[in-house]
């Protein structure tokens, strides 16, 4: 293939060598422009197949580019590129799924402004983040701190810490209802017989005002073992002489952790916090199947934003203010990414 | 010292599961008496795990969700250490703004755009159908970004050497970065697994049909069902983590080293 271009361009080349030869001899003004022309194409083909052979060489390197990134690329922008841009738009109209659709304006967002159910989602969602981040943060760091170090049994305690994590919600929260129950759990047995709590006072760990902490308190459970692996590969980017070092000062364990530790994971802190935040936001599952019921309806007291998102769309159709809440819910997710990402440049600086 | 925080730690981890465990075979009865509790009881009642799979088509939801999660894995792994080889390793045009087009979702919820994603599915008849599922969570962002990570560890110059040596971009792939990947595949392997085998929301916005649901919703429909059958709902909780529990121990020994060199720490 290659060799039969270059005969090609060979053979093109002689022939505008030649059309020069007779250019020189030819007197004629008009024959000469019609020489330089033809030359000029003939030229131009020339580099047209050189340039071709080129290109198609980088071309095919594209191509196998693309050819291993395209299975991937296909189905992501279909089902979630498209998703997402559809998501913004839809914000701003009022669609039911099935008539045609009216845009809005920022009607919907006025709306939630003054909506009472929506509000109490987006304080509970709140005071849920604010709870669950730092506890999750402090206790998935402890255990991993206390699991780096050269102790006996090391991986097996690594292993169970990592349970609760890939244990599904549905079966684990059916565990927590039990163990939790107000009035025959083991738990509220302790107080009464080992605190002495009154029967009365016993708390209602699924209602009320109690629910919030009960969601904060199983979420810490659940997935501090799997930041205690984010940390744990943190602990062992710190190189041992820091240690060495400070051993040497007379450093004891609290300002080994506090000098050293503590700084040298500062990038592994910052991930955390904010996959743990952007986490958070999301919570849904363990609010519908802790504190929902039977039928999974969530009370004022308990409900969150991804529920309002559910309920809008699911029950009762209406997308547009669905979506509206969903972007209120993403909005919220960049500005801490964002404080976030600052608040680490300058940290840098 | 240190052994007595990690028991403590220990057991506040382990008491559910255990409680879960002795709860499943006892009756309703015994459940919930404490004084005095014991976690074998007398006679085990382990014709709970019998009565399970036939008071709900628990087999069927078992099928659906092994083929479910089979499938994604499959495909994840492989559409995901595919695309991240070409990020990591090749050059060509728009490079940037692809990768940029991952990152961005990573960093957003999914139930931000799970209403326009379940229209869009209805629209191509793909509601109600065990297909739309693995469409769902076979191509996520989170994938490509965690093998392209790994991928940026490895020398450029093994790539360059085999390249030299005549092997062409899909055999480098398959003989070099693939073999090299365990860590990276184990993890993701383990998430994967454990994210589909786990999912609630999904299965419950796409999936209607009885037939179709996956376990997750069927141990949910049971416990809604029977809520005062505690031993019941116990033994198909114990069922139901038995498998995802199973891939990460046999996983789990590449999972820090995994988690560590896919830049995961940040």
Not at chain 2, 103 to 132: C, E, H
Not at chain 2, 178 to 194: E, H, Q, Y
Request: aromatic share 14%; net charge positive.
């Amino acid at each position: 293939m290659n060799e039969k271009k270059a005969a090609r361009v060979k053979k093109l080349e002689t022939e505008a060598a030649e059309l020069m030869q007779k250019l020189q001899g030819e007197t004629d003004i008009r024959q000469k422009q019609k020489l330089i022309a033809r030359r000029d194409s003939i030229q131009r083909k020339a580099t047209t197949i050189k340039n071709n052979r080129l290109i198609s060489r980088e071309a095919k390197r594209q191509l196998i580019a693309y050819s291993f990134i395209a299975p991937n690329f296909i189905g992501f922008a279909v089902f979630t590129l498209i998703p997402v841009v559809f998501a913004f738009i839809l914000a701003f109209t009022n669609w039911d799924g099935s008539n045609p659709i009216s845009f809005a304006g920022f009607a919907n967002f006025k709306a939630l402004a003054t909506d009472t159910f929506f509000l109490a989602a987006l304080k509970n969602t709140l005071i849920y983040v604010i709870g669950t981040v730092p506890l999750t943060m402090v206790a998935s760091l402890a255990l991993a701190v206390v699991l780096n170090q050269k102790i006996r049994a090391r991986g097996l305690f690594r292993t169970v810490a990592f349970f609760p994590y890939v244990a599904s919600l549905v079966a684990i929260t059916a565990v927590w209802g039990m163990i939790f129950h107000p009035s025959k759990g083991p738990v509220n047995y302790l107080l009464l017989t080992v605190f002495g709590v009154a029967q009365q006072e016993l708390p209602k760990w699924f209602s009320g005002s109690l629910v919030l902490f009960t969601l904060t308190l199983f979420s810490v459970w659940k997935y501090m073992g799997y930041y205690m692996v984010i940390y744990l590969a943190g602990l062992q980017g710190i190189s041992a002489e820091l240690y060495e070092a400070g051993g040497l000062d007379g450093a004891n364990t609290w300002q080994k952790f506090r000098f050293i530790t503590w700084p040298q994971l500062r990038a592994t802190t910052f991930f955390v916090v904010v996959m743990l935040t952007i986490n958070c936001f999301k919570v849904y599952d363990i609010a519908v199947m802790l504190a929902g019921g039977g039928d999974g309806k969530l009370s004022t007291s308990a409900t969150v934003l991804v529920y309002y998102i559910y309920q809008n769309a699911f029950n009762y159709w209406k997308l547009g203010y669905s979506s509206a809440v969903a972007m209120v819910l993403f909005a919220l997710v960049l500005l801490i990414t964002v404080i976030q990402f600052r608040y680490e440049k300058k940290l840098n600086a | 010292m240190v052994y007595i925080i990690l028991f403590i730690i220990t057991a506040i981890m382990i008491v559910p599961f255990l409680w879960m465990l002795s709860a499943s075979i006892k009756t309703n009865r015994e459940v919930f008496v404490m004084d005095p509790f014991v976690w074998i009881p007398e006679i085990p009642k382990w014709d709970n795990y019998i009565k399970i799979w036939t008071k709900i088509p628990l087999l069927k939801f078992v099928q659906n969700t092994v083929l479910l999660t089979i499938v994604v894995t499959l495909l994840q792994i492989f559409t995901s250490s595919f695309a991240a080889y070409s990020f990591a390793k090749l050059e060509f045009k728009n490079k940037n703004a692809l990768f940029f087009a991952y990152i961005a979702t990573i960093a957003m919820p999914w139930q931000v755009y799970m209403v326009p994603q379940f229209i869009m599915m209805r629209s191509m008849g793909l509601n109600d159908k065990l297909l739309a599922m693995i469409c769902l969570q076979a191509f996520s962002a989170f994938g490509v970004f965690m093998m392209k990570q790994f991928y940026a560890g490895i020398p450029d110059d093994l790539c360059e050497a085999a390249r030299i040596d005549g092997m062409n971009e899909y055999r480098i792939y398959a003989r070099i970065m693939l073999p090299l990947s365990k860590p990276a595949l184990s993890t993701l392997i383990i998430f994967t697994f454990v994210n589909t085998w786990n999912d609630y929301l999904g299965p419950l916005i796409y999936l209607k049909t009885e037939t179709k649901k996956t376990i997750q919703l069927g141990l949910r429909m049971f416990i809604g069902q029977y809520s005062a059958e505690y031993g019941l709902i116990m033994a198909g909780s114990v069922v139901s983590l038995v498998p995802v529990i199973l891939v990460f121990l046999c996983l789990q020994k590449y999972f820090v080293e995994g988690v560590a060199s896919t830049g995961l720490k940040g």
